[in-house]
């Protein structure tokens, strides 16, 4: 059996990288080398982050990267999309309702990122959220929309990452304000 923790952490090191390269790509390379990250993963195994890095959640950012959201990954191999319209138990629900409430400490909106085996990333954010990405640009994003189950004014954007990282800059610093 795969190690599971591998996995997550590999799957968190992907969305940094892909976050770093969309909203703040100045940041990774100097004189043409890749420096650092501006976006890492939240880790235990060293010295607490918070104090260098912004955010809460799965993916933490430097002080100088402004980033409205409060970032919750996962990546699971009995995840699929079956439950998304039929079952209130479906196990995303659950996570999407941890990233409300670490983005309810930071005042930030919150963005799930969900995935599995032979899956593109998968972002969830209400739908305000995804609305306020398209206001400046005219950018033609797929999204699914979808009542949360156990919050029935709550609309939900179901987003493939690979379309909302194709999202201006002005559009995402939009967001935070």
Same mark, same amino acid.
Not at 133 to 146: G, N, R
Not at 158 to 175: C, E, I, N, T, W
């Given at each position: 059996?795969?190690?599971?923790?591998?996995?997550?952490?590999? !799957?968190?090191?992907?969305?940094?990288?892909?976050?770093?390269?969309?909203?703040?790509?100045?940041?990774?390379?100097?004189?043409?080398?890749?420096?650092?990250?501006?976006?890492?993963?939240?880790?235990?195994?060293?010295?607490?982050?918070?104090?260098?890095?912004?955010?809460?959640?799965?993916?933490?950012?430097?002080?100088?990267? /402004?980033?409205? !959201?409060?970032?919750?990954?996962? !990546?699971?191999?009995? !995840?699929?999309?079956?439950?998304?319209?039929?079952?209130?138990?479906?196990?995303?629900?659950?996570?999407?309702?941890?990233?409300?409430?670490?983005?309810?400490? /930071?005042?930030?909106?919150?963005?799930?990122?969900?995935?599995?085996?032979?899956?593109?990333?998968?972002?969830?954010?209400?739908?305000?959220?995804?609305?306020?990405?398209?206001?400046?640009?005219?950018?033609?994003?797929?999204?699914?929309?979808?009542?949360?189950?156990?919050?029935?004014?709550?609309?939900?954007?179901?987003?493939?990452?690979?379309?909302?990282?194709?999202?201006?800059?002005?559009?995402?610093?939009?967001?935070?304000?």
């Amino acid at each position: 059996m795969k190690d599971s923790r591998a996995i997550g952490n590999r !799957f968190e090191n992907t969305i940094c990288r892909a976050f770093s390269e969309w909203l703040a790509p100045e940041l990774i390379l100097e004189e043409g080398k890749l420096v650092k990250y501006p976006f890492r993963r939240r880790t235990t195994s060293r010295e607490p982050l918070e104090g260098h890095w912004e955010g809460k959640g799965d993916i933490l950012w430097r002080p100088d990267v /402004t980033c409205p !959201f409060c970032i919750e990954c996962k !990546f699971g191999y009995g !995840f699929n999309l079956d439950g998304l319209l039929n079952c209130p138990k479906w196990v995303a629900w659950s996570w999407w309702d941890q990233a409300v409430a670490q983005a309810a400490t /930071t005042q930030s909106h919150p963005l799930l990122i969900v995935s599995r085996a032979r899956m593109n990333p998968l972002s969830i954010m209400y739908l305000e959220t995804y609305v306020c990405l398209q206001l400046d640009e005219k950018i033609d994003l797929t999204a699914l929309m979808v009542q949360h189950p156990k919050s029935p004014k709550s609309i939900l954007a179901f987003v493939p990452l690979g379309d909302l990282v194709k999202v201006p800059r002005s559009a995402v610093q939009a967001v935070g304000k």
